[in-house]
């Protein structure tokens, strides 16, 4: 290329524009020193020199300096010609049109082989072979039951009538790529486990609590009878009283709150598969989306009945009733 040869500028012609262009721009920007070598400008951008890197980003990807950079660079005294990757100079230029390029011939003088042959063999297909894969490692869904009711639908019932006799009501929890069908029965069994485990859990506070209400009793009482061997003086046992029976009424105040917490009443219902979602409902919000495997989304469901009246939100997207 005869051009190259002409081009007498460090970089080649687009470049050097740019790099003119680079220069206008940074004209005006505040340049401040956060480090020997890393330098914010306008405000809003940092620029490290050493590494080449600016927070717009184009220094690092075009390997040639932005406006930022080059601020940075005449705050330092420095030339923007350093800081420009070598493939953009005229020097690289040149050396690419170095060797001959010949010409290519007439089409009418290639050699072509009648027939092409096929780098990959007859039959393979590495997409069905991933997605192949993928559904072998797929965890096994339960049945399907043609009368499940789609998400925003009725169950389908015998007779055509929904809600009148016939199979027991159901619900659809829609997970991308499949789809889980739970009955009626099998979500009240679910809610029932979930409130036991509620129950124990009280339970447990309660035992707890009466535990530490006969450790601190019997230090009172071995208080006293120390108390009255030291002829009414008293051992010095009234602080370690004193803080065992501060324990015992911040216990004993936790397990009262958590059980008044269970009193006002449970979230989930006998009804609780009454609403189901509309298929166009869409809320990014959820703690829980749907998008991992079954059981993860029951045992949300699970934790969502024991921890309720707790501050955190957890969230189900197949149920109504959680959303609120």
Not at 89 to 101: C, D, G, K, L, V
Not at 225 to 231: I, L, T, V
């Amino acid at each position: 290329n005869l051009n190259s040869t002409k081009c007498s500028s460090i970089l080649t012609p687009p470049f050097e524009q740019k790099m003119r262009n680079s220069y206008n721009e940074s004209n005006g920007l505040e340049v401040l020193n956060v480090s020997l070598m890393i330098l914010q400008v306008g405000g809003r951008h940092i620029v490290d020199l050493e590494e080449r890197l600016c927070t717009c980003r184009k220094f690092q990807v075009d390997m040639f300096p932005c406006a930022h950079a080059i601020a940075a660079i005449r705050f330092e005294n420095g030339n923007g010609y350093r800081f420009c990757t070598g493939m953009y100079s005229s020097a690289s230029w040149r050396e690419t049109y170095s060797q001959p390029i010949h010409p290519l011939s007439s089409e009418t003088d290639w050699m072509v082989p009648e027939q092409i042959m096929s780098r990959r063999d007859a039959g393979s297909n590495r997409a069905q072979e991933i997605r192949a894969a993928d559904a072998a490692a797929m965890p096994p869904l339960p049945p399907q039951n043609p009368t499940a009711a789609p998400l925003g639908g009725a169950a389908a019932q015998p007779g055509g009538v929904a809600g009148q006799g016939g199979a027991p009501p159901q619900a659809t929890m829609q997970i991308p790529g499949q789809q889980v069908v739970m009955t009626r029965q099998e979500m009240q069994q679910m809610v029932a486990e979930a409130a036991a485990q509620a129950v124990q859990q009280v339970t447990n506070s309660l035992s707890q609590a009466t535990a530490m209400s006969n450790i601190v009793a019997g230090s009172r009482q071995n208080a006293e009878e120390d108390e009255s061997s030291y002829g009414g003086g008293g051992p010095p046992h009234d602080r370690e009283m004193e803080r065992m029976a501060e324990q015992l009424r911040q216990l004993q105040a936790k397990v009262d709150g958590r059980a008044e917490r269970r009193a006002r009443g449970h979230l989930f219902s006998a009804d609780i598969l009454a609403a189901p979602l509309p298929n166009n409902y869409k809320d990014t919000n959820l703690v829980f989306d749907g998008t991992s495997d079954p059981s993860r989304h029951v045992r949300t469901f699970e934790n969502m009945a024991v921890l309720h009246g707790y501050t955190d939100p957890v969230s189900c997207r197949a149920f109504l009733s959680t959303l609120q």
